[in-house]
């Protein structure tokens, strides 16, 4: 029997979905993510799909689709444009799997497009017919539906919302090589950055961190009284406002679909977001919600699902 999977390439695991043909999920499997330029690396991802699907009893021959999402934008080719926040050979991964599912057709998406596709399959997205989707994690991805259909654009650009610039006074350099990025400010590792930054100019003691992307300690030091913290999420909030506001202007989405790892402090700076996004934008669209994705770190893997249903 017809079956897919739908992979999500993140910046510390990848997840892969099985999904009946009629698209029901079956089962998960989580791999982290290593150096994805090398066999050995390829093959270990390839076990994880193999385990996945033995352990549902299914046949190599039944996987029909593979939907392949990256970090980056990426045609319908595969052809990566470029990656801020990976180390990722694409053409070769994706001929690793190519040849571990010789039955199987494979889509490529960008990971924030393939969430959106997922939010609005069976997310906060549904029955929705313009809605951008905005993920908040190791980088900023964006993935905009409009008119009912997802804005992928030329060359699989179309919602890079982390790369719209929003400070170009900035003198450091974003993952992409240019200076100024939403993503520098925005993701759960600018949110970092920015906090660190104020702890130096303030002279505050900062707190350990669990990594570069902890934002969730930095929402924490916020709750605890930090300075620093409230500042940080502060310009977090107000770049990712200004960012919105334009992107109103071009696509004037119904609501905006917040996902990604940073989502999980949602309640605490969702007022300030919605505040300084409704001081910004244009008048009418200021009615334009702001809510939580429904799908966690799951959208992704059903979007691509989705994207790899959509070939057969
Ligand atoms: C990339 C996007 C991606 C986002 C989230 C950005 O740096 O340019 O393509 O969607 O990070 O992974």
Known sequence: MAHLIGIDVGGTSIKAGLFSGDGKLLGVKSVPTGALDN??????????????????????ADIVGVGLDVPGPVDSLGNVGMLANIKLDATAFSDAIKASFPGARLAFINDANAAALGEAWVGAGRGQTDFVMITL???VGGGIISGGRLIAGH??????IGHITVNPGETEH?????????EQYSSASGIVRLYKQECARLGEEPA?????SDSYT??????????????AINRMCEYLAIAMSQLSAVVDPAIFVIGGGVVGS?????????EKYRATTLLPTRCSMIVPAELGNEAGMYGSAYCAMQLL
Do not use: Y
């Not at 060359?155 to 890079?160: D, K, L, P, Q, Y």
């Open 208 to 212: 350990e961190l669990k990594g570069p």
């Open 39 to 60: 066999a050995e690396e390829f093959a270990k991802v390839n076990a994880g799909l193999h385990e996945l699907i033995e352990s549902h009893n299914v046949d190599v």
């Open 218 to 231: 930095v929402f924490q030091r916020l709750a605890a009284g930090s300075a620093a913290a409230e500042i």
């Open 266 to 274: 949602f309640d605490v700076f969702k007022e300030q977001l919605g």
């Open 174 to 182: 974003c993952g992409c090589g240019r200076r100024g990025c939403l």
């Open 137 to 139: 994690g190791t980088g």
């Open 155 to 160: 060359v699989g650009a179309g919602g890079e």
